[in-house]
Nanobody, 123 residues
Framework: QVQLVASGGGLRQAGDSLRLSCVAD????????MAWFRQAPGKEREFAAA????????YYADSLKGRFIISRDDSKSTLYLQMNNLKPEDTAVYYC????????????????WGQGTQVTVSS
């Protein structure tokens, strides 16, 4: 059984940093695109960032460029999202996803999903 387990969420103040992790279990995603999405209360799930299988290609939502950094360590089967200069509008449940089958920034394109980790940023 394939699992993606996200962790690292928590409560932070505006301006703080936080790093999320997502561990893949059950199969390797070494050759797959992996991504982070987020969903704020009452809103649709939105694309945050994605990274290619080699780690050399990264993609970000325009609003997050310069603050968030996606990376991966395939030796540990782990995906990361470094979030800097957090803002209250970053408050959301963050989900990791893998196995891209369509558009890189579309939630419907990913086959495997983690359970989500809550990030709350206070002003």
């Amino acid at each position: 059984q394939v699992q993606l387990v996200a962790s690292g969420g928590g409560l932070r103040q505006a301006g703080d940093s936080l790093r999320l992790s997502c561990v893949a279990d059950g199969r390797t995603f070494r050759t797959d695109v992996m991504a982070w999405f987020r969903q704020a209360p009452g809103k649709e799930r939105e694309f945050a960032a994605a990274i290619g299988w080699s780690g050399g290609d990264t993609y970000y939502a325009d609003s997050l460029k310069g603050r968030f950094i996606i990376s991966r360590d395939d030796s540990k089967s782990t995906l990361y999202l470094q979030m800097n200069n957090l803002k209250p509008e970053d408050t959301a449940v963050y989900y990791c996803a893998a196995d891209l089958r369509g558009s890189i920034d579309s939630a419907s394109s990913y086959f495997y999903w983690g359970q989500g980790t809550q990030v709350t940023v206070s002003s």
